[in-house]
């Protein structure tokens, strides 16, 4: 197959898998390394490369499930609980093979506005969900306000913020169709 056709291949054909579907097949160190090096080639302005991860697997992942259970119970009115959502919050990391903290690394030196150091960690991680549909992997970027506010929890150090959770797992299901508007109704031709 041809370079630029399986690379359109994989960019149209990549779609959130979510946990509930993820089957028990681990994911070897190896793969979950070339994943993240794959990350660490997002497009960077002043190369600050401010994504950080931190890899969640084993014992690790009830570790998440119980603070994300945790942190649901302390932080929703009775009012508002959801005995569903909860259940989610904590099945998710369980159901994963593995689960990424996705946190972003400010510039010490504050060379960039925080919203560009944004776009590089979403350019890093879309590098990742790329790299997990060409592996046959699932992923879902999930990010409830546990995670954003997950810092004391993650052991995060001054600068850093969470910015959610990429939950990864093999998957029996099929690929979910993809949807899209066509992008000629989202273009504007400049040209005079």
């Given amino acids: 197959m041809e370079k630029t056709t399986f690379l359109n291949d994989i960019i149209r054909s990549r779609r959130s898998v979510f946990p509930p579907v993820y089957n028990d097949r681990k994911i070897d160190r ?15 302005h002043a190369l600050t490369e401010p994504w950080r991860f931190k890899v969640l ?16 119970v302390a932080n929703t009115p009775a009012d508002k609980f959801s005995d569903k959502k909860y259940e989610k919050m904590r099945k998710n990391p369980l159901r994963s093979a593995c689960a990424i903290a996705i946190v972003m690394q400010r510039d010490p030196q504050n060379r960039v506005p925080e919203w560009e150091e944004l776009a590089a960690v979403s350019c890093a991680v879309q590098n ?32 850093q913020s969470c910015l959610g959770f990429l ?26």
Avoid at 31 to 44: G, Q, R
Avoid at 170 to 180: F, I, L, T, V
Wanted: proline share 6%.
């Fill in 128 to 159: 990742m969900q790329l790299s997990c549909h060409a592996h046959g992997i699932g992923c879902f970027w999930s990010s409830p306000k546990a995670a954003l506010e997950a810092g004391e929890f993650l052991g995060l150090k001054e600068g």
């Fill in 57 to 72: 697997q084993g014992g690790a992942l009830q570790r998440l499930s119980d603070y994300l259970g945790e942190y649901y």
């Fill in 30 to 44: 190896a793969t979950i390394e070339e994943i993240l090096e794959n990350a660490n080639w997002a497009p960077t």
């Fill in 167 to 192: 939950y990864m797992g093999y998957s029996d299901a099929p690929q979910p169709e993809g949807k899209r508007e066509p992008v000629g109704d989202k273009v504007e031709w400049l040209e005079d």
